[in-house]
Each structure stands twice: as structure tokens, then as C-alpha cells.
């Protein structure tokens, strides 16, 4: 897409552009961290009790569902792709709960962990052995994967009562939540594989350039299948997280529009959507940006329509300001 | 130019069998499938292929066909339009409130502010360059904002008055069909006309099938683009309205989900996500398909409607493998 460049203003005076190219790239990278700070900021000037542990408990129990999927979705997006039935997987997760509690919570968890993987799968499949585009390959779990969860649990909301599986939503450990605790580690693992091993690597050369990487020798196709699967599992992790918070299995309301948010996250926290890049920290201050941008317009009295606007204007804004800063280099 | 139209710019005249078979199982698949999936309705349920219930699947998917025929060309020029579902929303809120002042205001409402959408979004794809996806989806989440501040967070729901000339464009009939399905099989044809016929249309093929060529060869790659989402936004908020004339008030929730069922539809029928092949029959096709399937599902009554779903995203997955290796056949 990058073939038909906005035309530039002519050779300008190199300083003068210098300068600007280089506030665009500054804001590029961290407009998401500028975002964050001040609206953290903003909150601790404007809002009651923001500075407050269980605010900040709140906020981040509420944030990690998202955050996880959007783990998930970071790395799709660096291969160039696009996941959209993390919101189902999270339902069938979360159907699968209450049908093998009765085995006990982790064994029950785990099955909800291979069915993310085995759906991560079939898109991954799809996108790298069949060659459909990701968007249609993952649109067909999408539709499928939540009617097939509402089969499951025979369409109904399920009451859950295992004292061990709900302990997941509601215990802590030195006053942080599980759930959180969960998110925290999932983040520096995602963050880990991203930097640190050959795999990360791949992800981003594919993603950079899937016909240079086969000739270079990558497995491209093994690195595509493997980012479905990991965001798969991770939809999974989130759906059980979701499901114990809830104490109830939902499948037809959990994870609804998940994808929307994730994909925000990771758009808002600087992964280009053009794929070659993976920023698993930007994501995560994407996730924390969105959450918080919601909690302060709720706190503040502004309707939620509003905030849905606001959120859209704010998508715009982080990619015009890619999109800019990608043109004056 | 006309070469553009074909679905693979490989030459024609040494097609081999195979690849010209491959060819005419993209282009007419869903219409076949159609058929098929019609054939055994009508044998294993003595309901389905009655007058009435044929023209119920006809009511109830004239709105997403009208939709599809937008994000068809969209599609073909390689974009994509995921604010549909909203914009339909909105369209039927307006067209509620439009109503107060006649049937132009009933009409019009909804058509200039849902072109001006399109022409934001189209002006944010085709001038700024950004991505299509990325746009629609602030688009999708901005203007169901939109439609919430309207309607006093959802809460109200703004209702046609009863013996409005609007209302009875959705409800009433003419030679056995309802006006939405002539509405919308005029603007299959309309549309069928402009792409095949026109400069613009022509253009779309281009543009879907390779921008940086159309932009060398002169062509207004810009403008087409722009044009594209504003015809399909003016199309979604048109199925707005009229499904509001329908149900007799403009439903701040509806078409949540929407522009995933059209874009499988237009999948579905043939046109290449990848833009620059595609065909509006094969969209009509794809569209009716997900309704029969929808309709049989019914039929059986003891099945759970999540069902519907389940068959629903199977037939996606299948039909995306076949076009893929369809489409890789003609390419060898």
C-alpha cells in the first residue's frame, strides 16, 4: 500500500524537515507512552481516589483479558495478520469450563487450552499451508467458532461453583490478583519470545517479508501456523480468566467485540499493521491506554457513546501519526 | 481495459481445460451451490419451496444484500469496509427521525450524512493512505457512538408514525414483492451497469488489481477509491432506512455483526479479498446462499439456531479453501 506515497512538498530546508521527521518518529514510537502519561496525569489532578490500590487493582483486573488476547494478536500482526475469532475461541473456552469441572479445575482448564490451540491451528492452517488471507481464514472461526459454544452449553449461561476454579478470579497473592499475576507473566514471556529467541525473529522477517524469508531460508510457514496457535491458547487463557471472574460460563456474551479492543491495543501501541514489527510493551501501554481512556470517561460522568467516538478518533489518530512519520522518513 | 475484467490476467486464448473449469467455478460457484443447496430444500421440505417462504428469505436478505453490493466494490478494489453494521444502524435512526418531515427527509437524511461518513473514510483511505481495515474499524466503533448519542445512550428508540408514506416503502408490495427487494434488485442492476459499463467501474478492477499500474497509466486512483466507500456507505444507510421503514422505528442495535456477514457473502460469491476480480451475481448469490442455509436451518425446527452459525462458518472455510486453490490454478 505504501507504493502510492502522499507526494511530499519538495525538497524543503533540510534542518527544518530534520526537525519535523524527527518529532514524527519521536511520536511514532512513543506517542502511546506520551498518551498514557498524561492521561495518567489528567486522572491524578482530576479524579477522586484515582491513586488508590484497589482503583488500581480494578483497573488492572479489568484490563488483562484484553491485554492477554492482545499479546496474542501483537504477534499475528507482526507476521501481518489479523485474528478476528479471538472472541469466539474465548467463548468456546469458556463453554468447554462447566462441561469438564467435574474432572476438576485443571483438567478442565487444560482441555479449554487445547481447544484454543487446535482453533489456533485451523486458522494457522489456513493461513499458511492453504494460503487464505488471515482476515477471511480466521473471519470463518469467528462465525463458527461462537455458534459451535453456544452448542456446547446448549445456549444457556451456567452458574459455576467449583471453590478451586473460581479462586483463579477472585484470590491474590501479596494483595495482586491472580488474574493479574497471570497477565504480568504472560507479558514478560510474550515479551521474551518476541526478543530473545529465533522464533521472535522469524515473526518479524515474515512479517517484513514472507517471500525474502522463504528464499533466506525461514520456515515461514511453521512461524505462521505457530503465531494462530499462540493466540489461540492465549484467547483460551483469557476465556478461562474471564469465565472464574464472572463465576459464570457465558458464551454467548464473553468476549464480545474482544478482537476490536485487542486490535486497538496493538494498532494504538505502535505494531504497524503492515506487519516487520512487534511491540509487545507498546501493546501493553495500548491496553492500559484504552482501559484507562474508558474508567476516566465512566468516573467522569461521560456516556458511553462518547467514549466509543473517542476511541475511534484515537485509532485515526495513532495511525495518521504512523502513516505521517512513516512518509518523512 | 477489458482484459482487467477477467479474473486472472493469464491469457485466455491458450487456457487449458482445467484452468478455464477452474475459472467458471469461481466465477458462478455460489450460484451452483445455490442451486444444489435450493434442489435439496425443496425435496426434503415440503415448506421451502413455497411462494411465501421464498419470498420471506427474499425480505429478510434484501438489507444485507443491499450492504454486499457496497462492500463488493469496495472488495474489488482491495479495501475493505468494516463500519457497515454502524452505518446501517444509523441510517435507520436518521430515517426514524427524518420521517417527522415526509418521505424526503426520511430519505435524504440518512443518505447525505451516511455519504458524508463514507466520504470521511473514503478521504482518510484514498488521500491520507491509511489502512482501509484500520479506518472502517474506527468507523465502525465511532458512528455506533454516533447512533448511541442519538438515541439517548440506546435507551430511546425513534418510531415511524403509522400511516407514513416511508412506511410503507418498507412493508408495502408491489407484483408479489416487497419494495426493499425491488429496491435492491434495481440497485444490483444499477451497480451490475456502472461496473461493467462505465469508466469507473472499469476503474475499480484496476485499481483492486494493481494501484501503483492504474496510477501510472493516468487513472484517478484517488478519486475511485473515495468514491467507493461513499457508494457503500450511502447503500448501507439506504438498507438502514428501509429496514426501519420494515419494523416501523429506527433500532439503535441493529447490524451489530453485519459487515462480517457481508463480506463472507461477497467471499463467498467469487470476489478476490485481494481485490481487482470479482462479480456483483456472485455477491447476490453468496447472499441468498447464507439466507437458504438460514431458512433450512429453520426448517428443521428441533435444531438449535446456533447451529446456523456453526454451518454457516464451515461453508465460509470450505468455500475460502476451494477459491484459494481455484484461484492459484488459474495463476500456473
Redesign the interface.
Known amino acids: 500500500m505504501a507504493e502510492i506515497a502522499v507526494p511530499s512538498p519538495g525538497a524543503e530546508p533540510s534542518a527544518r524537515s530534520a526537525r519535523r521527521s524527527d518529532v514524527a518518529g519521536f511520536l511514532r514510537d512513543n506517542g502511546v507512552y506520551v498518551a498514557l502519561g498524561l492521561l495518567v496525569l489528567g486522572n491524578l489532578l482530576l479524579t477522586d481516589n484515582f491513586a488508590s490500590g484497589a482503583n488500581l487493582r480494578t483497573q488492572l483486573v479489568q484490563v488483562a483479558p484484553v491485554l492477554i488476547v492482545a499479546l496474542g494478536m501483537t504477534l499475528v500482526i507482526g507476521t501481518e495478520g489479523i485474528d478476528l475469532s479471538v472472541g469466539s475461541v474465548m467463548a468456546l473456552a469458556a463453554a468447554l469450563i462447566p462441561l469438564w469441572l467435574g474432572l476438576g479445575p485443571g483438567p478442565a482448564i487444560l482441555i479449554a487450552l487445547m481447544v484454543g490451540a487446535a482453533a489456533g491451528a485451523f486458522n494457522g492452517a489456513l493461513v499458511a499451508y492453504v494460503g487464505v488471507q488471515p482476515i477471511v481464514a480466521t473471519l470463518a472461526l469467528f462465525v463458527a467458532g461462537r455458534g459451535l459454544a453456544l452448542v456446547l452449553a446448549d445456549g444457556q449461561l451456567k452458574q459455576i461453583e467449583n471453590e478451586g476454579f473460581l479462586s483463579l478470579g477472585t484470590a491474590e497473592i501479596l494483595g495482586v490478583p491472580i488474574i493479574v499475576l497471570i497477565a504480568g507473566v504472560l507479558v514478560l514471556a510474550v515479551m521474551f519470545v518476541a526478543r530473545r529467541t529465533t522464533f521472535g525473529r522469524h515473526v518479524v522477517a515474515v512479517g517484513g517479508n514472507p517471500a525474502a524469508s522463504f528464499l533466506a531460508g525461514l520456515p515461514v510457514k511453521r512461524t505462521l501456523l505457530t503465531v494462530y496457535v499462540i493466540s489461540g491458547v492465549l484467547a483460551a487463557v483469557a476465556g478461562v480468566l474471564a469465565t472464574a471472574r464472572l463465576t459464570a460460563s457465558d458464551p454467548s456474551a464473553v468476549g464480545q467485540l474482544i478482537e476490536l479492543s485487542a486490535i486497538t491495543a496493538v494498532v494504538v501501541g505502535g505494531t504497524p499493521l503492515s506487519g516487520g514489527g512487534v511491540r509487545v510493551v507498546g501493546t501493553v501501554a495500548g491496553a492500559l491506554l484504552v482501559q484507562l481512556i474508558d474508567s476516566t470517561l465512566i468516573k467522569n460522568d461521560v456516556p458511553d457513546s462518547l467514549s466509543q467516538i473517542i476511541q475511534a478518533l484515537l485509532i485515526i489518530a495513532a495511525v495518521a501519526v504512523q502513516r505521517r512519520a512513516g512518509a518523512a522518513r | 481495459m477489458s482484459s482487467t475484467v477477467d479474473a486472472a490476467p493469464a491469457a485466455t486464448h491458450d487456457a487449458g481445460r482445467g484452468e478455464r473449469f477452474a475459472r467458471l467455478a469461481q466465477r458462478n460457484g455460489a450460484l451452483i451451490v445455490l442451486v444444489l443447496v435450493c434442489v435439496v430444500g425443496a425435496v426434503s421440505f415440503e415448506s421451502f419451496a413455497t411462494g411465501e417462504n421464498l419470498r420471506n428469505i427474499a425480505v429478510q436478505n434484501a438489507f444485507l444484500a443491499l450492504v454486499a453490493c457496497g462492500m463488493t466494490l469496495v472488495i474489488l478494489t482491495g479495501g ?1 469496509d468494516l463500519s457497515v453494521g454502524s452505518v446501517l444502524a444509523l441510517g435507520g435512526v436518521l430515517g426514524a427521525i427524518g420521517s417527522e418531515a415526509g418521505l424526503i427527509g426520511a430519505i435524504g437524511l440518512p443518505l447525505v450524512v451516511c455519504g458524508a461518513i463514507g466520504l470521511l473514510q473514503g478521504l ?1 483511505v484514498g ?5 482501509p ?3 472502517t ?6 458512528v ?6 442519538l438515541t439517548d ?2 435507551a430511546d428508540t425513534p418510531t415511524i408514525e403509522r400511516g407514513s408514506p416511508f412506511r410503507s416503502l418498507g412493508q408495502d408490495e408491489l407484483l408479489g414483492l416487497q419494495l426493499p427487494v425491488w429496491i435492491a434488485l434495481v440497485v444490483f442492476a444499477v451497480a451490475g451497469v456502472v461496473l461493467l459499463r462505465t469508466r469507473f467501474g472499469q476503474s475499480l478492477f484496476a485499481v483492486g488489481g494493481s ?2 499500474a492504474s ?1 501510472l497509466m493516468g487513472l484517478n ?2 478519486r475511485t477509491k473515495v468514491l467507493v466507500y461513499v457508494i457503500s456507505a450511502v447503500l448501507a444507510g439506504l438498507a438502514g432506512a428501509l429496514l426501519a421503514a420494515r419494523s416501523s422505528s429506527g433500532v439503535p442495535t441493529v447490524g451489530m455483526g453485519l459487515e ?1 456477514d457481508a ?2 457473502a461477497v ?1 463467498i460469491g467469487g470476489t478476490l ?2 481485490g481487482g476480480a470479482g462479480s456483483l451475481t456472485g455477491t447476490l448469490a453468496g447472499v441468498l446462499l447464507l439466507g437458504v442455509i438460514q431458512n433450512l436451518i429453520n426448517q428443521v425446527g428441533d435444531l ?1 439456531s ?5 454451518v ?3 461453508f ?2 470450505v468455500v ?2 476451494v477459491q ?2 481455484l484461484s ?1 490454478k488459474q495463476r500456473l
Open positions: 475493505i482518510l488521500k491520507l493512505g491509511l489502512a481495515f484500520i479506518v474499524l474506527a468507523g465502525l466503533l465511532g455506533r457512538g454516533l447512533v448511541l448519542t445512550e440506546g494501484e501503483s496510477q486512483v484517488t462480517l463480506i463472507a467471499v479479498l485481494a438449535n446456533s447451529y446456523q452459525s456453526v454457516s462458518g464451515a465460509l472455510a475460502v479453501v484459494t486453490y492459484r
